[in-house]
């Protein structure tokens, strides 16, 4: 009889469970992202599950080659496992060296393996370093996969006299390492393409030449292949030598994350802008040098006008989103030599070298107008999207024969901050020096 009852209860025991999933499903983070980003985050791993597919027909099967996969796979886990004390760094494109595995798994097998090659290590780090949203990292290995399958396609493509499963001797050595060297290069390009996609469908202004072309993230990248390649070498003469490369693979994975890690605390984690003591650090830098140099400097300070409003209305969450949309604005009608910072609350600073009164009063109030015109879609207190505009008030201070200290001039740019703010704010005041104050441009005087 109780074996009948859990018969009978059965099919409602799976329909809960089934309901369970579903519900648990709906609240992925996957779904809070805005179109058309969310459909792109979802079709390229879809993408990579169907390339990953129309490869296994093509695919011969040998012992040999799932031991290599096997092996080179436990290895990338082992280096994960042993890193996992150091946290992968946040809201950015980092490196962790696991392009040095898939790419030695492009070169060494057939391409169905360096296709699938994310999906375990992607299971294992989701289950061992659970502290990235999941979304992102399958989107990322997805990537990982679409670029180093396609670099192994290039590369078995490729004829015996160039390439070939060995790297054999003499000159055909420069030309296998040389073919080796391009599909490392080829699977780094179709790695970052779709992540820069990415980056921009979520925010239009970030910046992207700082994470590919910047002094470290070049010589990153630069390691990274050089050590991709070296394995590769390793695995094509014997495999058995992979186990040579991985303490150093894994003493290098441990100091990059590290490196990243505390680049990443020079920054201010909602705003993705230089935090208060980095800025102040930078700035005392470029103050130095145009003292020395005789050269004109202003520091800015931005505050966001009625923001505690945006806070009681809205919610937390809602004042975050306009704090990002705010570091957007600035990052996007910046020069490429400003010094841009939140110093704090609802709080920006600014530097702006070789700029006197003048051009500090054109530069603040196009900041001014940007800002007035954005639109940032927040949500009320019924989940309905709902259009707020913004607006900031801007004090500025110029470097004068009576301001020569970081200090002063801070404290001069909130003293005219405190001036465009009791003006009837969403205006800017320029301080040229102690006891003068620069002319306006003619749309301040209508600002309001």
Known sequence: MRAVRLIRGLPGALTESIG???????????????????????ALPALAILATCLTVPATRWHAQQLAVFTALIACAAIAVEAT??????????????????????????????????????????????????SHRRVFSNATLSLAYGC??????????????????AGAHVLTWTAAVIGCGLLGWLINHVPLFGAIRLSDPHAR?????????SVTSDVVELSLAVSLSLLVAIDPVLMTLALPSLVLHRRHLLHTQLVNQTRVDAKTGLLNAVTWQREAAVELARAIRTRTPLAVAMID????????????????????????????????????VGRFGGEEFTLLLPHTDSTEAARITDRIREHVSQQVV????????????????????ACLGDSRRDLNDLIAAADNALYQAKQAGRNRIRVLADANSTAPLPKSDAAAG
Do not use: C
């Open 151 to 168: 670099a192994s396609l290039a590369f078995h493509a490729l004829p015996p006299p160039i390439a070939g499963p060995s790297p054999g």
């Open 304 to 339: 966001l006008d009625h923001f505690k409003r945006v806070n009681d209305t809205f919610g937390h969450l809602a004042g975050d989103l306009v704090l990002r949309e705010l570091a957007s604005g600035l990052r996007s009608t910046l020069r490429e030599y400003d010094i």
């Open 20 to 42: 369970n999933g579903t519900a648990a499903a709906s609240r992925w983070p996957v779904w809070k992202l805005r179109e058309p980003l969310r459909s792109y985050v979802i």
């Open 208 to 216: 992207l030449r700082g994470m590919v072309a910047s002094r470290e």
């Open 377 to 396: 879609m927040v949500d009320d207190s019924n989940h309905n999207a709902f259009p707020l505009r913004i607006t900031v008030s801007i004090g500025v």
């Open 84 to 133: 996992r004390s150091v946290h992968e760094p946040r809201g950015t494109v980092f490196r962790d060296l696991q392009s040095v595995w898939y790419l030695a798994i492009a070169i060494a097998l057939p391409p169905f393996f360096a296709f699938a090659a994310p999906i375990p290590l992607t299971a294992y780090k989701l289950v061992r370093v659970p502290r990235m949203a």
